[in-house]
């Protein structure tokens, strides 16, 4: 009896102390378990939002290549038609054919512009006030970084009164065989091949085309390249060439080639265009204009980022100085000594621009400066009216040519 009372007593014990332990382990084992469970359901909401927001980015992009293929079907037919159906103009009032041309040109390259901007970018002027010499004869040279820098000069040009009816492009003849090429060509601009075996030729035939093209048709910007690639293709050659020169080596920009801005400016600077007496009508260049065009931390945009919406938008910064056509020497050593000066300040106005996020004030008494970086404004209204243009003409043209189908071939 004594024996089943101590055991009784022991059992009566141990057990409320053992099954309390139990129910102290089977609360902590709850909550490992409850907290395990809330960070399994955190992370499985988290990866949810995270899915769903790449599927977004996803559409998003798939809906604004769809977006822009669909303005190129839509506005590049249509400008030609309009072209050829006024061919007639051409030969009665070769003037009006051309001013209507640059309009239309001009709504084109707004479309272009536009991406950008309706994908979240901002431009920002800085530097001279260009807007005294929007109507005058201009040579503008520009750094070349990526594929983003043409719809870049777009923007920033579409808000200046008629700069882009009247507008030439110097482009890499590559780009004659693309969407935009043929736009390009009835518009009169110049595609140039490139490499040592056509240098000459290729200069020759620019020269003819500034007499017969850019002057014929009262053409007044003109946009160079004078790095002829972009940074990241040339900047190890340009390197190598400016330590074998004993040059400066240059980290954002390249050295420039003198071919095309020679052949320029050897054609319609004012000394030149006086001395040739046997040509009617060909305005000499009055200024020529030195854009430097900056992306946050160096990192330029390309199309793909405009048209897909691919990362974050950036605000683009273009800084503008401007020289008299007679200030560049006609000696062609003394004129690539020039030249290579102005990429020399470019270098300075990108290094200072990369580490401050502003560009530097450099002396200049040629224009008025602008007082702080002044945002290119886009006017969406007209934006919408010309695509509706844009979308009528196509209607328009789609009936008239049902309309001849069926009245040629009636069976």
Not at 132 to 161: I, R, W, Y
Not at 389 to 399: A, D, M, P, Y
Request: aromatic share 12%; glycine share 6%.
């Amino acid at each position: 009896m004594e024996t089943e009372r101590r055991l009784k007593n022991a059992t009566d014990h141990f057990f409320p102390v053992a099954c309390g332990a139990h129910v102290h382990r089977l609360d902590a084992t709850s909550a490992v378990t409850s907290s395990a469970r809330a960070e399994r359901h955190s992370a499985v909401v988290t990866a949810a939002e995270m899915n769903e927001i790449g599927v977004w980015y996803v559409l998003r992009s798939v809906l604004r290549v769809l977006f822009v293929l669909s303005n190129n079907i839509y506005c590049i037919p249509t400008y030609g038609v309009w072209m050829f159906l006024l061919l007639p103009l051409l030969h009665f009032n070769p003037a009006l054919y051309w001013c209507v041309e640059g309009y239309a040109f001009r709504a084109l390259l707004l479309m272009v512009a536009a991406w950008g901007w309706t994908a979240g970018y901002r431009y920002y002027e800085v530097g001279e006030d260009m807007s005294s010499c929007c109507d005058q004869e201009c040579l503008v040279l520009a750094n070349h970084q990526s594929t983003g820098d043409v719809p870049s000069l777009m923007a920033a040009f579409q808000n200046k009164t008629t700069v882009l009816d009247d507008i030439m492009w110097i482009m890499d003849r590559m780009f004659k065989y693309t969407n935009f090429g043929f736009v390009s060509w009835v518009h009169g601009d110049f595609f140039i091949q490139a490499g040592k075996d056509t240098r000459r030729s290729e200069l020759n035939r620019l020269v003819d085309h500034m007499l017969n093209v850019y002057c014929t048709r009262k053409r007044k910007w003109i946009v160079l390249f004078p790095e002829g690639g972009f940074l990241r293709k040339r900047k190890e050659s340009s390197q190598r060439y400016a330590k074998k020169n004993d040059l400066p080596v240059l980290e954002h920009v390249t050295i420039p080639r003198i071919g095309a801005f020679h052949a320029i400016v050897n054609t319609l600077h004012p000394n030149r265009v006086r001395a040739k007496d046997s040509i009617d009508k060909v305005e000499p260049l009055k200024w020529i204009i030195d854009v430097t065009i900056g992306y946050p931390k160096g990192e330029p945009i390309g199309l793909d980022s405009l048209i897909c919406m691919l990362g974050e938008p950036k605000d683009v910064h273009l800084h503008y100085r401007r020289f008299p056509i007679e200030d560049v020497p006609l000696n062609e050593n003394d004129m690539m000594s020039w030249l290579c000066d102005r990429f020399n300040e470019k270098e300075v106005l990108l290094k200072e621009f990369y580490r401050t996020g502003s560009f530097p004030v450099l002396p200049n008494a040629n224009g008025r400066l602008l007082d702080a970086p002044h945002p290119v404004v886009f006017d969406n209204g007209y934006i919408v009216v010309m695509h509706l243009v844009f979308l009528l003409s196509s209607l328009f043209h789609w009936w008239l040519l049902s309309w001849l189908y069926a009245l040629l071939w009636p069976f």
